[in-house]
């Protein structure tokens, strides 16, 4: 006879698991029976929140900030100007993310070259980040897979990250050819 904390199975067949083994009676002669806990609050109202509003929700995030790259005009305004990258600001480094909005402003204008110049890693960021968000928000709505999922190891990203450290690092040195990326 196994207990049921000895061998569960995975979640999804945790409640058959437990309802089975309470079927036979334990040691001593006692019967156990599995009750699910009840629901909370915050999980009765997630049950109740519509497949559309997290794609609305994400788009309606993404789209503030296209606005914002848009309305700011951040090509013409300089280190100083409102609103102003602290760090830039004290120190004279570029941070990891300086030159993302004048990146996205120019991918929205489709200049990928000087989108490149500003920030590079946004630049290759930018098809994988649209096809995941494609890829989600079409299967969220249609509860199905219409399309593939972007998986990526962990490995691919700790690579990612790792090569946006040494772009972050590269992009401060004074000396050709990194004064090139120096924004």
Not at 98 to 107: E, K
Not at 131 to 142: E, F, G, I, K
Not at 168 to 175: D, E, F, K, M
Request: glycine letters at 8%; charged letters at 10%; proline letters at 9%.
């Amino acid at each position: 006879m196994t207990s049921p904390l000895q061998a569960a199975p995975s979640s999804d067949g945790l409640a058959a698991h437990l309802l089975a083994a309470a079927e036979q009676p334990a040691p001593g002669g006692y019967h156990y029976t599995y009750v699910a806990p009840p629901k909370g609050r915050i999980a009765k109202l997630v049950d109740r929140i519509p497949r559309w509003a997290s794609p609305l929700g994400l788009t309606a995030l993404v789209s503030g900030g296209v606005a914002y790259a848009l309305l700011m005009r951040p090509t013409s305004a300089g280190a100083t100007d409102v609103p102003t990258c602290v760090m830039k600001l004290f120190t004279g480094f570029d941070c990891p993310g300086c030159g993302g909005t004048r990146a996205a402003w120019y991918l929205l204008h489709g200049d990928i070259p000087a989108a490149a110049h500003h920030h590079a890693m946004l630049v290759f960021a930018a098809p994988f980040l649209a096809y995941m968000y494609v890829s989600w928000t079409l299967n969220r709505l249609a509860n199905r897979q219409v399309l593939p999922m972007l998986r990526l190891s962990s490995g691919v990203l700790i690579g990612f990250l790792v090569a946006w450290l040494v772009f972050s690092v590269a992009r401060n040195l004074p000396w050709a050819p990194f004064d090139w990326l120096f924004v």
